[in-house]
C-alpha cells in the first residue's frame, strides 16, 4: 500500500513540474451585471467560451418540470437573426464544437473553437441570450423529440426509472425530487408561451455568467465582452422561496420491478453541501469517507465487497460537495451472479457499521489525498473542463476558487472527523433504499410490472 501511495504521490508531483503554470483567474463584471471569468492557457491556439445561466430544475414548479431542459433545445431553433439550425452550422463551419446541458442548478451553453474565431461564437452566442424566437411549429416538434428523450433515457431504462424514483422518494418537499428532464405528462402539457415566459424570467445578463478558457488575453476578452453582452438591459430576477427538505425521521424504501435481468440496490442518505452545511468541515470529511469507500479498486467497498466476500458485481459510493441544495451520500450495488440484493444490502451498511466504530488509517487518507491531488493536475489538461468547473463553481454561488482550496481542505480532515460525519449522517432514520428486481418475480406481494408507469 505505501510503494502505491508513493506511486501516485510522485505521479502528482512530477505532472505538477511539468504542467505550464496558468495565469490567475481574471474576474470581471459588466455594467449590466454580468459576470466575466477568464483563464489564460496557451499551450495551444484554441478557447472556449461558455454562458452559464443560473437556473436548472431546483428552479422549477409543480407541473413545469423540466422547462429548463425544454428551453436549452429551444435555444438551438433561432432567433431574430439567425435560422433554426443556423447556430450549430455556423460553429460547424467554423472547424469549431458546440452543445450545451442542463442540470438542476444551472443551464450552460458552449463552444470550442480556434482563438481567431471567438469573436465570431462570442457574436452568435450573445445574440441568443436576449433575441430568440420560439415558433409554435418549431416548439410543437421539439417537443415531441423531448418526450422520446425521456422514453429512451428514462422510460425504457430499469436502472434511470429507479434513479428516478429514487430521488422522487428521499426529497419529499425539496425541488431535488424532480427530474432534470421533467415528467412526461408535464412535457406533453407545456405550452410555447410556458418558454417564452421562463426565457424572458432568467435569460438575462445579470443572471449569466461568461467563462472563457485558451490562449486568449484577459483585456481582449473584457472588450468583446462589453461589445457583444455589454449593452443588454439587466432583468429583475425572480427571488426564490426557500425550498428546505423536511428533516427525515425513519427507513424509506421502494421496490420497482423492470426488464432487467439482475436486481439493483440504490441507498441514499441525506446530507449537507458546502452551501447548506452549517460547518463546511463536515462537507469535506464526507467527501473524503466517499473516497475511502469507493475512490479507486484498492478502496474498500470494491476490496470487500467484489473481491474478498464476491457478493457484488459492482459497487460504488458517490456524494456531491456542490449542490445548491441538501444532497444525498448514494451506495449503490449489482449482486454477484444473480445473488442476493438483501445479502448485499446488509454487506454495504456493515461498511458504514464499521466506519462508525473504527478510525480510518492514515494509509487509507493518504491514498485519498494522493487520488485526488492527481486528479486536481489532471483536469488542467482540458480548457473545457477548466471552464466547466469555473462555471458550475460560481453558477450555485461558491467562490471561484474553490476547488483550488480543494487540496489543503481535504488534507486536514482527520479520522475523528470522518468517524463523526458517519455517525451523524449515515444513519437508519436518514436513508432511503430503492430496489429494482426483474419482471415476473413476487418480492413484497407487489402486482407483476406491466408496462410504464
Do not use: C
Request: hydrophobic share 35%; net charge negative.
Amino acid at each position: 500500500m505505501k510503494k502505491e501511495i508513493k506511486k501516485f504521490g510522485l505521479i502528482a508531483l512530477m505532472l505538477s513540474l511539468t504542467t505550464p503554470v496558468w495565469a490567475q483567474l481574471s474576474d470581471f463584471t459588466l455594467d449590466n451585471g454580468m459576470r466575466v471569468l477568464v483563464k489564460e492557457d496557451h499551450r495551444a491556439p484554441v478557447v472556449v467560451q461558455q454562458v452559464w445561466y443560473r437556473v436548472g430544475s431546483t428552479y422549477e414548479q409543480a407541473g413545469k418540470t423540466g422547462l429548463s431542459h425544454m428551453l436549452e433545445h429551444m435555444m438551438f431553433k433561432g432567433t431574430q437573426n439567425l435560422a433554426p439550425g443556423e447556430f450549430s452550422k455556423i460553429v460547424s463551419q467554423l472547424g469549431g464544437q458546440e452543445n450545451a446541458f442542463t442540470s438542476r442548478n444551472y443551464t450552460a451553453y458552449y463552444q470550442v473553437v480556434g482563438k481567431q474565431n471567438l469573436e465570431k461564437v462570442m457574436q452568435i452566442e450573445s445574440d441568443r441570450m436576449r433575441n430568440l424566437v420560439i415558433e409554435d411549429a418549431e416548439f410543437d416538434k421539439e417537443r415531441e423529440v423531448v418526450t422520446e428523450e425521456r422514453r429512451w433515457r428514462l422510460e425504457d431504462q430499469p436502472r434511470s426509472k429507479l434513479n428516478e424514483q429514487f430521488n422522487a422518494t428521499a426529497f419529499l418537499n425539496s425541488p431535488a425530487r424532480n427530474p432534470v428532464i421533467g415528467w412526461m405528462t408535464d412535457i406533453r402539457h407545456y405550452k410555447a408561451q410556458d418558454l417564452r415566459d421562463w426565457y424572458q424570467k432568467w435569460y438575462a445578463p445579470n443572471n449569466a455568467t461568461l467563462v472563457v478558457v485558451g490562449d486568449v488575453q484577459p483585456k481582449q476578452v473584457l472588450a468583446l465582452a462589453e461589445k457583444y453582452y455589454g449593452h443588454y438591459q439587466p432583468e429583475k430576477i425572480p427571488e426564490l422561496k426557500p425550498q428546505i427538505e423536511i428533516e427525515q425521521e425513519g427507513l424509506r424504501r421502494i421496490e420497482l420491478k423492470g426488464n432487467t435481468q439482475v436486481p439493483t440496490l440504490q441507498m441514499g442518505f441525506h446530507a449537507p453541501s458546502l452551501l447548506t452545511a452549517e460547518d463546511q468541515r463536515e462537507v469535506y470529511a464526507l467527501s473524503v469517507l466517499s473516497s475511502i469507500l469507493d475512490g479507486g479498486e484498492s478502496s474498500r467497498l470494491p476490496q470487500s465487497l467484489v473481491r474478498d466476500q464476491q457478493i457484488a458485481a459492482g459497487v460504488g459510493a458517490g456524494y456531491s460537495a456542490t449542490d445548491r441544495l441538501h444532497t444525498l451520500f448514494e451506495l449503490s450495488g449489482t449482486p454477484a451472479n444473480g445473488g442476493d440484493v438483501k445479502e448485499l444490502e446488509a454487506a454495504l451498511l456493515a461498511e458504514i457499521e464499521k466506519l462508525k466504530t473504527t478510525l480510518v488509517t492514515q494509509d487509507e487518507l493518504e491514498r485519498v489525498w494522493a487520488m485526488d491531488e492527481a486528479d486536481h493536475v489532471y483536469y488542467r489538461d482540458s480548457i473545457q473542463a477548466q471552464a466547466s468547473i469555473l462555471g458550475s463553481l460560481v453558477s450555485v454561488g461558491l467562490p471561484a476558487d474553490t476547488l483550488d482550496n480543494w487540496i489543503e481542505n481535504i488534507r486536514s480532515v482527520t479520522p475523528q472527523e470522518i468517524q463523526a460525519v458517519a455517525k451523524k449522517y449515515l444513519t437508519l432514520d436518514n436513508l432511503t433504499i430503492a430496489t429494482l428486481y426483474p419482471d415476473g418475480k413476487d418480492h413484497s406481494n407487489l402486482k407483476p410490472y406491466t408496462g410504464r408507469l
